[in-house]
């Protein structure tokens, strides 16, 4: 029972101090003009491991936030992942071979318009979940996002990484026939995993400041 006891008690303290550890900055900021370089993608991946992943890479397509505010969390941003990787050769073997069938036949959106309740992370210290809500975009087919999602506030200056940043990741799960896949039955799951960057309103004040 004591054994027990203390086992609880570790586990409300790890729950309590990975809840007040993001206090420095509750607003970020999703934008398409900082960083130059590619700050999102977009994965589709067949469960049963019989065809390849499509991966789609990209940014922010407007200026978006996400608020780490318990009593009002927010999360509001566009992302527009229109490359990818090895795009010559035969595409058919991929998940979205059958839509994305040549080099240049675009890529994949996400609009993201809301935001569950914030929670501790179970995963790691420091980490939050909660819940992302929103619209996926393939090639004209808007399917209903309610995912998942770990957000992980980074400190600037560690690693490669020198801005005060929150790394979003969301996952989910829908159906071939919700893309409009016909190679592929249309009951089977496919598994989507989402990314982006957002970076601490002082991160970018600081690029705006350095353009003018």
Known sequence: MKLCFSFLALLAFTVSASAQQVTSNQLYRVTPEFPKYVTAHVEFRDPTGARWPSFFYGKPATNGLVQLNAAQPAAMFRLDCNQRPQTNGDQSRRVLGEIFDGSKKGGVGLVINGMGP????LEKAGTLSTTLIGILDVAGKRIPVNAPATLRPQTGGKGDEK???LMIDL???VRAGDLGLKNIDASAPILVRAAVTAYSEAAVAAAAARKR
């Not at 914030?118 to 992370?121: E, Y």
Request: hydrophobic residues 30%; proline residues 0%; without cysteine.
């Open 118 to 121: 914030i929670k501790a992370g």
């Open 163 to 165: 801005n005060e940043s």
């Open 171 to 173: 996952g989910f799960e």
